[in-house]
């Protein structure tokens, strides 16, 4: 029987050590992979999983220039004056010879009063003597994708409304009726509805140049 009970008790020890040495390695391995990873900086961090998707979903970029561009009535009233919210989203007209750019000849580009597209150039402004900015083509031409047209039957006449494409703004309407232009159209459009973004003037263009010593 004490023969027996050594048995054991050695078979003990040894599970024993066995399973001390595998917790060594283990940790050992661990805690190398730590060591060198702390010390080779170029070694990727870990990284982690979104909890979730919406998690997730606050890091997507955000809306692309492509994106209409939707609002309340009320947060159009937050950003548009009073003139610019009647004639942009409830589709008024201001007074002829009353716009700021009726007889506006400054270079640049024109953008929506209500999301800064681009919609038309001084390159395609004319004096039409109607009351309200004129311009025989969009910026990008008539090809434009930034303006749409609309049939429009009120006021007891047929026209054709021009509208912002991203954001829906009312600008004006366009008739065929310029021919001393390279078109003949004429995009009649309300001043309120639009921004002058000046072209900007090189440095170079600006200076003046320097006065050369007469020679003697």
Known sequence: ?????STLSIAVLISTFIAAGGWFV?????????????ADPAAPPATKEPASKEAASKDAPS???????????????KILTQKQFYVTRLKGTERAFTGEYTDTKTPGVYRCIGCGEV???????????????????PAEGLKSKKIEEHVDNSAG???TEVTCRKCGAHLGHVFNDSPQTPTGLRYCINSASLKLEPKAVSVEKAAPAAATPEKK
């Not at 029987?1 to 009970?5: A, E, G």
């Not at 919609?119 to 083509?137: A, E, I, M, R, T």
């Open 119 to 137: 919609l038309f150039s001084s390159d395609g402004k004319f004096d039409s003597h109607c009351g309200w900015p004129s311009f025989y083509q």
């Open 157 to 159: 006449m047929q026209r």
């Open 63 to 77: 809306a692309t220039s492509d994106e209409k561009v939707v609002k309340t009535e009320a947060e159009w009233r």
């Open 1 to 5: 029987m004490p023969r027996l009970t």
């Open 26 to 38: 283990a940790t050992s391995l661990r805690d190398g992979a730590s060591i060198a990873a702390a």
